[in-house]
């Protein structure tokens, strides 16, 4: 439907023109637009092009004979649906001049469109020419189902500004209006608006596919162009060609491989969690001394603040009604039974209506697994996320939580599921950072790094440490890195704010390089305006500066937590795609198939499963050398739940 899947479009700046191939028709000169005027901005009506329709043999011979001779090539898929599992191809369009394009419709019928994609294998798998797309994850995708691996460098317009801007949008059609004032053909203009309505790419009139699909491909062609010299302006290129880009191959993998889940345990814990809802909803009655809707702040609020009194200094919301969100609860939860209640109520309802009710429709018709979508240009951090289902954000730290992981399988009786985990890898990353002796010592030495630090913090020897010490002590060392203030900290361990800050003077006093170290990041922040990974990748924080307190010190937490984060995704990117890379090289029948923060998750065949542990445990530990070493968790069981 959305051409390059769900970011939409593909794009690219015009470059120098090749003399290879048929001659092309110029782009209109540019004339002095003001980007600021939308209605000033190019349109395909406005501008010189040429795409062209290749649908017979010959002129598919023609076009494949130029594109083999290509060092570069832009392309992007057609297709039936946003999910790459489910649709089918309708077109290739392909683009190696700016100003011009082909597309090539694909047949309804299977065997034919085999056919006539099984013609472009050779430049589709030629490993000397560089594949240009946008949100390419999608295009490969579509083209493994179709028996074709896409070789060779890539280059994905939407990853390249995703390092450039990390914060901004990556949509193709918003890239092109704001690096090429240029406002590219809606979709909608071609399929209608989202509903009943709407139709397919394939119903659409070829001849308006064509001035469409063109464009994609020519329009990401030129904002190749465009970023391309960006990465290498901001030192981003090794970091985009040589982590985010083998990336993609690698998620492309996960993504078509899939996990197996078991219905029937999902089926009896939502009709456990239906019980549980039941019982939290009649014991929240029973505190109140009424029944009400608990999914109406405005009744909740009544009852919390009006009947309840919990809060008088309760806030109330723009439109006059009480704030009762998790923030507000969470405060309250301590002396106040009724707010622990709630938001265990709704955590419930978040298991069952949000995975565990929901996970039996995502399964594929076509495979019977369920294929997470991993969003690698989301979280400016450079961590990856997921949707359908979001995998990240299963509330695992409740009982109840953590048995959804029991109905994640292996896919059949030969295997079993395999979790790598990294241990306190952000922890760890600040100790080398830092240099600071003590952390890195401890983690050296395998001393339990939560133990160490109430040991230095509450003055007592480590056999002293009790488990209310070492409780603080963990949220003070996770607090730290994401530079929480007295008052946060108060907050989390339930204490007054005067002690909190005390707590951080003596942790500070204790890992003077701690201190030290973030000092000098966020300096160094000021400076440059941005703070950066330790493979370069650079989280921008406008307001480092502000006059605005508010503002600043957000902006400061960003700047001590975003090169340690960032960092951590680095480590496990880079052993995502060395393990790919081991499992192909050995020919290994496992799969990995999942990655869920600091965790990878693996469908282990039984006759791999010591060779696999060793391989993925060195990998992971080695894949940027550091000052301090790194370790993982590594287990195996019949499901999720069990292996992790």
């Given at each position: ?11 690219v ?47 598919r ?7 083999g ?11 039936t ?11 290739l ?9 082909f597309y090539?419709?694909i ?20 490993p ?59 979709i ?90 039941k ?6 009655y ?12 405005k ?5 919390l ?8 200094n ?9 704030a ?21 109520y709704?955590e ?10 929901v ?47 029991k ?42 790094i ?6 230095k913090v509450?003055h007592?020897g480590l ?55 973030m ?30 307190m ?95």
């Amino acid at each position: 439907m959305v051409s390059g899947g769900p970011t939409g479009r593909s794009s690219v700046t015009p470059g120098p023109e090749n003399s290879d191939g048929p001659a092309f028709l110029d782009v209109y000169p540019d004339v002095e637009i003001d980007p600021r005027t939308p209605e000033r901005r190019k349109t395909i009506d406005s501008v010189k092009h040429d795409y062209r329709l290749v649908d017979t043999p010959e002129l598919r011979a023609s076009l494949i004979h130029f594109l083999g001779q290509q060092e570069s090539l832009c392309f992007d898929s057609e297709t039936t649906s946003i999910d790459p599992v489910e649709a089918d191809l309708v077109g290739l369009s392909f683009a190696y001049r700016a100003g011009e394009a082909f597309y090539v419709p694909i047949p309804e019928d299977r065997t034919e469109a085999q056919a006539v994609v099984d013609e472009f294998k050779p430049v589709l798998q030629n490993p000397a020419i560089t594949k240009i797309g946008q949100n390419l994850k999608y295009d490969l995708l579509m083209l493994k189902k179709y028996g074709v691996e896409v070789q060779g460098k890539l280059f994905d317009t939407m990853i390249a500004h995703y390092l450039i801007e990390p914060e901004q949008r990556h949509n193709m059609d918003i890239m092109a209006m704001t690096y090429l004032n240029y406002h590219p053909v809606e979709i909608e203009a071609l399929i209608g608006k989202k509903g009943k309505g709407q139709i397919t790419m394939r119903e659409v009139d070829v001849q308006k596919v064509v001035e469409y699909a063109g464009e994609d491909a020519d329009v990401t062609l030129q904002l190749k162009q465009t970023f391309a010299p960006l990465l290498e302006k901001d030192s981003l290129y090794k970091l985009f060609e040589q982590v985010e880009m083998p990336l993609v191959q690698v998620l492309a993998d996960l993504e078509l491989e899939g996990i197996r889940v078991d219905t029937n345990a999902l089926a009896e814990l939502s009709a456990t969690l239906e019980v549980d809802v039941k019982l939290v909803q009649q014991e929240i009655y029973d505190i109140a001394g009424e029944s009400f809707n608990i999914g109406s702040p405005k009744q909740l609020g009544e009852i919390l603040f009006d009947k309840l009194k919990v809060d008088k200094n309760a806030k109330k919301t723009r439109t006059g009604q009480y704030a009762t969100g998790e923030e507000i609860l969470s405060k309250l939860e301590a002396e106040h039974e009724i707010a622990r209640k709630i938001l265990d109520y709704r955590e419930l309802l978040k298991l069952k209506n949000t995975y565990v009710d929901v996970l039996p429709l995502l399964i594929s018709k076509h495979t019977g697994r369920v294929h997470t979508s991993f969003n690698q240009a989301v979280a400016a951090t450079g961590r990856l996320s997921s949707t359908n289902p979001n995998l990240q954000n299963i509330p695992i730290r409740t009982p109840r939580g953590q048995e959804i992981r029991k109905a994640f399988v292996p896919r059949s009786d030969e295997f079993l599921i395999m979790s790598a985990d990294y241990s306190q890898i952000e922890l760890r990353i600040m100790a080398a950072f830092s240099g600071d002796e003590t952390m890195s010592s401890a983690f050296n030495n395998g001393i339990d790094i939560h133990t160490q630090t109430a040991s230095k913090v509450f003055h007592v020897g480590l056999g002293e440490v009790t488990s209310e010490m070492r409780r603080k002590a963990k949220t003070i060392n996770f607090g730290i890195i994401y530079g929480i203030s007295a008052f946060g900290l108060s907050q989390r361990l339930k204490i007054p704010r005067k002690e909190a800050a005390q707590i951080i003077d003596e942790y500070f006093a204790e890992f003077p390089a701690v201190k030290s170290y973030m000092d000098q990041t966020i300096e160094k922040a000021r400076g440059f305006g941005y703070a950066e990974t330790i493979l370069g990748r650079r989280r921008y924080l406008r307001d480092i500066n502000s006059r605005n307190m508010t503002d600043r010190m957000f902006a400061e937490r960003n700047a001590i937590n975003a090169p340690i984060q960032g960092s951590a995704a680095d480590m496990l990117k880079i052993a995502m795609i060395q393990i790919n890379e081991m499992m192909r090289r050995e020919q290994m029948k496992s799969k990995m198939i999942l990655t869920v923060h600091d965790e990878l998750v693996f469908d282990a065949h039984r006759d791999e499963i010591d060779a696999l542990r060793e391989r993925v445990d060195h990998i992971m530990k080695n894949a940027i050398p550091m000052a301090v070493k790194m370790e993982t968790g590594i287990g195996v069981g019949e499901n999720w739940l069990v292996a992790h």
